[in-house]
């Protein structure tokens, strides 16, 4: 089971962090990925960190601004968000799979989401 939590309002140019905390004793079997969907558009990838954390995915709309990371022995992985903008605004996913994957309907498990809203 994933809970993601941390979303909320922020202004453009702001940060946020999100969390999102599994349950279980195999998260370090899985990757963990970010998704958003924002109203009336398809979930998108945003990005992944492998089972050990050393290696990172982006989509190009986030890369130099966003930042995957995960804790093992805390189940958690993290997506830290700065320099917001109004188009960032989407309901934020967390998932796992065993696999490396950027397309969303190829992911197993899937958290509740997150709502970030970046007011312009």
């Known amino acids: 089971q994933l809970q993601a939590s941390g979303g909320g309002l922020v202004q453009a140019g702001g940060s946020l962090r999100l969390s999102c905390a599994a349950s279980?004793?195999?998260?370090?079997?899985?990757?963990m990925g970010w998704f958003r969907q924002a109203p009336g558009k398809e979930r998108e990838f945003v990005a992944l960190?492998?089972?050990?954390?050393?290696?990172?995915v982006y989509a190009d709309s986030v890369k130099g601004r966003f930042t995957i990371s995960r804790d093992n022995t805390k189940n958690t992985v993290y997506l830290q968000m700065n320099s917001l903008k109004p188009e960032d605004t989407a309901v934020y996913y967390c998932?796992?799979?065993?696999?490396?994957?950027?397309?969303?309907?190829?992911?197993?498990?899937w958290g509740q989401g997150t709502q970030v809203t970046v007011s312009s």
């Open positions: 998932a796992a799979d065993p696999f490396i994957r950027t397309m969303a309907n190829e992911y197993d498990y």
């Open positions: 960190v492998t089972r050990s954390g050393s290696g990172t």
């Open positions: 279980g004793r195999a998260f370090s079997n899985y990757v």
